[in-house]
């Protein structure tokens, strides 16, 4: 925590732009948050507090500053939805490989924990539900199509267990792919 505070303070004295958004700057003495990018002169060090929400800021009662409107900044920029937005297309295009939620964490290079946690605060969901999600969507699309029998489809939607596929199936669209691929056709 102490090295992560030193390179937060440097960026604000350094005015780092490239901070901006993904944590604010509080001077105690004057109850006013900033932009690490912020001009306005650099406090001592001692009377500054760190944020990374700028909810915990307004929580803590700080005022955001007049000058570089930490309130205004857009909010679709979040580091955190690049790391949502990279799941999302991961599972997208290879919906078909055996993930878990380990695989995905190595891949995006953050841990499972935190990667769950994260990605069901943003969508509600868990990786693996959003992953199911877009299996079962193939799925219906293999089943209207009606080339390929509900086993094969199973295996190729990236499912390794026809019981678990027709469980799945029918937690997401309320019928099995039987039911589904009658009312359908
Ligand atoms: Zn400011």
Not at 166 to 175: A, E, H, I, P, W
Request: proline share 5%.
């Amino acid at each position: 925590m102490k090295i992560q505070r030193e390179k937060l303070w440097e960026a604000v004295v350094q005015c780092n732009g490239k901070y901006d958004g993904s944590f604010y700057y509080a001077v105690k003495t004057t109850g006013i948050f900033c932009h690490p990018s912020c001009k306005s002169k650099t406090p001592k060090q001692e009377n500054v507090e760190f944020f990374f929400h700028i909810e915990e800021a307004f929580l803590k009662g700080y005022r955001p500053c007049k000058r570089c409107r930490p309130d205004l900044y857009p909010s679709s920029y979040e580091p955190h939805q690049e790391v949502i937005k990279e799941v999302k297309n991961i599972l997208e295009n290879e919906y078909d490989k055996p993930w878990t939620l380990q695989k995905l964490s190595k891949r995006i290079g953050i841990s499972s924990y935190h990667l769950h946690r994260l990605f069901k605060k943003k969508t509600g969901i868990s990786p693996k539900q959003y992953l199911n999600q877009i299996r079962i969507e193939q799925a219906k699309l293999l089943l209207l199509q009606g080339e390929k029998n509900n086993t094969e489809i199973c295996f190729l939607v990236g499912f390794n267990d026809t019981s678990h596929f027709y469980n799945v199936f029918r937690k997401v669209t309320g019928f099995s792919p039987f039911a589904f691929k009658h009312r359908h056709s």
